[in-house]
């Protein structure tokens, strides 16, 4: 039997390792894809110290995959082998519970998430339902699509459900894998964008993805820094710290929102009293589904946002997935796989 390889996690915590598996063959209503591409993805340490609920081990993590359709099962209408494909965290959705029928694609909870509950991207191919899937456009590589499928799909999606209107101050805390694409995505949609992150040394980077303005959180206060601004209409929080997501509540202007984004178990410390006087709004935000990946996508190749990467062979996962952990990452770190 042919074999593949993955990139498993056997227990929570463990290493990744490198294990040959039989090439998975798809059933009624799935596809499976020739894997080119996989984004490390800051939420993979879910799947990897089984934190997330209904994690199994072993695990697959990866939920930013970019490839081709290499084999279609029964009953899949509209798809066919040697498309180019991308998968995220959306695996898809039942059709049948409440949240489906109501036309709720992400509130579906019956579906299994690629890389998280069933075996994903770290992988040299993947089985996945038709629904999960997303297009390609021609002129996107695998490496550049990959990030876009969470990182992307995430913040583009804040931003572009926000309620803001283009033209209004629109802040990006946490310039990481998702906040840098946050960045671009916040100027091309219009915004007047501050980029709000640790120290000094993202600014250049930070200005050259088109933020106009830089915070620097560890020498000024981001709240203030804000109000200078004039008061944020969004602040998109990438962060994994609840106190910074806290410290930018004060800097949201009259009906400012701030987004939730990214994880943490602790509270976001909130005075009911401050919130109510100016209309803030606190909410959160999971990525999107397969067809809001799919406008991540196009609107990412029409307007020129792209992610900026480092790439390593699928053999070093735990090397691309420490240098991501550590914050090292200039911004994404993408597993390839000989194409
Ligand atoms: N809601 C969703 O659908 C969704 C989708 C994808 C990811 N996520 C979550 O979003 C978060 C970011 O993911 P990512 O892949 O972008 O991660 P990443 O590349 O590792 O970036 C982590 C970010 O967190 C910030 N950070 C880390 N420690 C911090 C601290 N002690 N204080 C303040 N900021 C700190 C860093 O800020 P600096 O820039 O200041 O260094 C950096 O921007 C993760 O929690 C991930 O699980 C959520
Ligand atoms: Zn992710």
Redesign the pocket.
Same mark, same amino acid.
């Given at each position: 039997m042919a074999s593949m390889t993955v990139m498993q996690v056997s227990e929570p915590g463990a290493a990744l390792e490198l294990v040959e598996r039989p090439i998975p063959e798809p059933g009624p209503g799935e596809v499976r894809v020739k894997v080119q591409a996989c984004g490390v #993805? $800051? *939420?993979d340490s879910m799947a990897v110290d089984g934190h997330f609920p209904g994690v199994t081990f072993p695990v697959v993590p990866g939920h930013e995959v970019a490839g081709v359709i290499d084999a279609v099962g029964e009953g899949v209408p509209g798809w066919s082998v040697g498309q180019r494909v991308g998968v995220g965290?959306f695996g898809g959705n039942c059709t049948y519970c409440e949240p489906c029928r109501r036309g709720d694609l992400i509130g579906c909870q019956n579906m299994p998430i690629p890389g998280v509950t069933m075996d994903g991207g770290y992988a040299e191919y993947l089985v996945c339902s038709a629904r999960a899937l997303a297009l390609i456009p021609d002129d996107l590589s695998a490496e550049d699509a990959g990030p876009l499928l #969470?990182?992307g799909i %995430?913040t583009f999606n804040a931003l572009r459900n926000s309620g803001a209107r283009a033209g209004s101050l629109a802040a990006i805390l946490?310039? !990481?894998?998702?906040?840098h694409l946050g960045v671009q995505f916040a100027v091309k949609l219009g915004f007047e964008t501050v980029a709000i992150?640790?120290g000094k040394d993202?600014e250049p980077l930070a200005r050259e993805l088109g933020a106009h303005h830089y915070i620097d959180s560890q020498a000024e206060d981001a709240a203030a820094a804000l109000q200078a601004l004039g008061g944020a209409s969004v602040v998109v929080a %990438? =962060? %994994?710290?609840a106190a +910074?997501m806290g410290a930018t509540l004060g800097g949201l202007g009259l009906r400012g929102k701030l987004i939730v =984004? !990214? %994880?943490s178990m602790e509270p976001i410390e909130v005075a009911p009293a401050a919130i109510i006087g100016r209309l803030h709004q606190i909410a959160g $935000?999971? *990525?999107g589904s397969s067809i809001d990946s799919q406008d991540t996508l196009a609107f990412s190749a029409l307007t020129g946002v792209r992610p900026m990467i480092e790439t390593m062979p699928l053999e070093r996962a735990q090397e691309a997935y420490d240098r991501?952990m550590s914050?090292d +990452?200039r911004?994404r770190m993408v597993l390839v796989t000989g194409q």
């Amino acid at each position: 039997m042919a074999s593949m390889t993955v990139m498993q996690v056997s227990e929570p915590g463990a290493a990744l390792e490198l294990v040959e598996r039989p090439i998975p063959e798809p059933g009624p209503g799935e596809v499976r894809v020739k894997v080119q591409a996989c984004g490390v #993805c $800051h *939420s993979d340490s879910m799947a990897v110290d089984g934190h997330f609920p209904g994690v199994t081990f072993p695990v697959v993590p990866g939920h930013e995959v970019a490839g081709v359709i290499d084999a279609v099962g029964e009953g899949v209408p509209g798809w066919s082998v040697g498309q180019r494909v991308g998968v995220g965290w959306f695996g898809g959705n039942c059709t049948y519970c409440e949240p489906c029928r109501r036309g709720d694609l992400i509130g579906c909870q019956n579906m299994p998430i690629p890389g998280v509950t069933m075996d994903g991207g770290y992988a040299e191919y993947l089985v996945c339902s038709a629904r999960a899937l997303a297009l390609i456009p021609d002129d996107l590589s695998a490496e550049d699509a990959g990030p876009l499928l #969470c990182a992307g799909i %995430t913040t583009f999606n804040a931003l572009r459900n926000s309620g803001a209107r283009a033209g209004s101050l629109a802040a990006i805390l946490g310039i !990481g894998g998702l906040g840098h694409l946050g960045v671009q995505f916040a100027v091309k949609l219009g915004f007047e964008t501050v980029a709000i992150a640790r120290g000094k040394d993202k600014e250049p980077l930070a200005r050259e993805l088109g933020a106009h303005h830089y915070i620097d959180s560890q020498a000024e206060d981001a709240a203030a820094a804000l109000q200078a601004l004039g008061g944020a209409s969004v602040v998109v929080a %990438t =962060v %994994t710290n609840a106190a +910074a997501m806290g410290a930018t509540l004060g800097g949201l202007g009259l009906r400012g929102k701030l987004i939730v =984004v !990214g %994880t943490s178990m602790e509270p976001i410390e909130v005075a009911p009293a401050a919130i109510i006087g100016r209309l803030h709004q606190i909410a959160g $935000h999971a *990525s999107g589904s397969s067809i809001d990946s799919q406008d991540t996508l196009a609107f990412s190749a029409l307007t020129g946002v792209r992610p900026m990467i480092e790439t390593m062979p699928l053999e070093r996962a735990q090397e691309a997935y420490d240098r991501m952990m550590s914050g090292d +990452a200039r911004f994404r770190m993408v597993l390839v796989t000989g194409q």
